[in-house]
């Protein structure tokens, strides 16, 4: 199991909430786990946002300088190096989900190169950049060529909110698996509302995780 892993994916795919849940996931079966927001994009819902959970949680979370404040450039702390540093530690980073957050994470590529670590592209086939097979590998190119880093998996967190239901899911899944197979990259897992889990098929929910909504804006899970 790699120490490090990394959740990219546009905005709207429910890349945020999918690594947060993920990080609570890996805390009850390790005691030291980290979660770190190198997305300097997206403005609306981040880590931080669930910072208080996570820390009671005993979660450390890293954020951007001047994350959730006025100030319209947020910076990366010098503390993600203990990401690196504190090898007793499980770390989750959430990372920009285009170009630019591409090359955030392209600074730390030497770093990387000497962790065993996942790279998980987290994809919601109802968000109009990655609605097909085409769309989603064309995006996953650019991802790669900017950060110099290679997918390892990826994540089916197609949703369409509180409304999303069942036969979304299932559709987002037969896009990935097309994906999967054309690219050589597993599907790992499925970021799935908690309510839905019973209702799908015993192969998918092996695979899945809940997450939890924590705005109830359309396209932002």
């Excluded at 950049?129 to 900017?146: C, N, Q, V």
Aim: zero cysteines; aromatic letters at 10%; a negative charge.
């Amino acid at each position: 199991m790699a120490r490090i892993t990394l959740f990219s994916g546009h905005y709207g795919s429910g890349k945020t909430t999918g690594a947060v849940a993920y990080a609570k996931k890996i805390k009850n079966e390790n005691n030291k786990v980290m979660i770190v927001d190198i997305d300097l994009v997206n403005p609306y819902f981040r880590t931080k946002d669930a910072e208080a959970e996570l820390e009671r949680l005993g979660i450390k979370v890293i954020s951007p300088t001047y994350a959730n404040t006025n100030v319209e450039a947020p910076s990366i702390p010098p503390e993600i190096m203990a990401a690196f540093s504190q090898k007793d530690h499980e770390v989750v980073f959430d990372v920009g989900g285009d170009d630019d957050g591409g090359v955030v994470l392209g600074r730390f590529f030497g770093e990387f190169s000497q962790e065993n670590y996942e790279f998980l592209l987290v994809i919601n086939t109802k968000r109009p950049l990655t609605f097909d097979k085409k769309s989603i590998i064309i995006y996953k190119e650019a991802i790669e060529a900017a950060s110099r880093l290679k997918f390892t998996g990826l994540v089916n967190a197609t949703n369409i909110s509180t409304e999303t239901v069942v036969a979304d899911i299932l559709e987002g899944e037969k896009i990935i698996n097309e994906v999967s197979l054309e690219t050589g990259i597993p599907k790992k897992y499925n970021f799935v509302l908690p309510e839905l889990m019973e209702k799908l098929p015993e192969d998918i929910k092996r695979v899945s995780i809940p997450v939890e909504l924590f705005n109830k804006k359309a396209w932002e899970l």
